[in-house]
């Protein structure tokens, strides 16, 4: 009984240390795959793929007014589909994943916006490491995951913050979000977000 157990370990173990060395492509996403997830205040927001297009997947987010294109490969933000079909760059990140994704991967991007309040322009430089595998509890189920590590920094104020993304092979997106407890993420809010529901085609 007690070998058994042992095997069975061990089993575990070197099942858990062969996922997190294989690569993981990106996802092929279908329309109407639909995530809904859910934020510490309560709200809730639903994404879901409405078109495929040669290069990109298009995507349908109650939080924003334009569609999202990302690439097919690496799930990276090319741009923004306005109202009027018009493409536009995003002025915020485009790498959250950046496939394939493996423990150890690093990455940066930098990118540059408009404040209102400050009437300047803000310079912010992020960057990612996927740091480990981990088993994440959601209330839509419990999953394997990617856990991805950013730091964020604008670069005139010296303000950083960091956050935490984990990311679910089975489910094709983020899980799970959470934030610094502190006042770099201006809007309490964005701190803690999990996936409540799912449905795949």
Same mark, same amino acid.
């Given at each position: 009984m007690k070998k058994i157990i042992i095997l069975g370990f061990l089993f575990l173990v070197l099942a858990s240390q062969t996922w997190s060395q294989e690569k993981c492509e990106a996802p092929v996403w279908k329309?109407?795959?639909k995530w809904t997830h859910k934020d510490a205040a309560g709200a809730?927001?639903?994404s879901e793929v409405v078109d495929i297009q040669q290069d990109v997947f298009v995507l349908k987010s109650q939080a924003l007014q334009s569609l999202l294109a990302f690439d097919k490969k690496t799930l990276? =933000? %090319?741009?923004?589909i306005g109202e009027g079909g018009q493409k536009m760059l995003p002025q915020m990140g485009r790498k959250l994943y950046n496939f394939p994704l493996f423990v150890g991967k690093k990455w940066t991007e930098s990118f540059s916006f408009t404040s209102t309040g400050a009437q300047r322009t803000i310079d912010v430089t992020r960057e990612y490491?996927?740091?480990n595998i981990g088993e994440v509890k959601t209330p839509?189920?419990?999953f394997k995951t990617y856990?991805?590590? =950013? %730091?964020e920094g604008v670069r005139d104020f010296g303000a950083r913050g960091w956050a935490r993304y984990w990311y679910s092979p089975e489910?094709?997106?983020w899980i799970k979000r959470e934030l610094e407890k502190t006042p770099y993420w201006i809007e309490s809010r964005m701190y803690d977000v999990e996936?409540?529901?799912y449905e795949l085609k």
């Open positions: 329309v109407g795959d809730t927001f639903t990276n =933000l %090319k741009f923004l490491e996927i740091e839509a189920g419990t856990v991805i590590y =950013l %730091k489910v094709k997106t996936l409540t529901s």
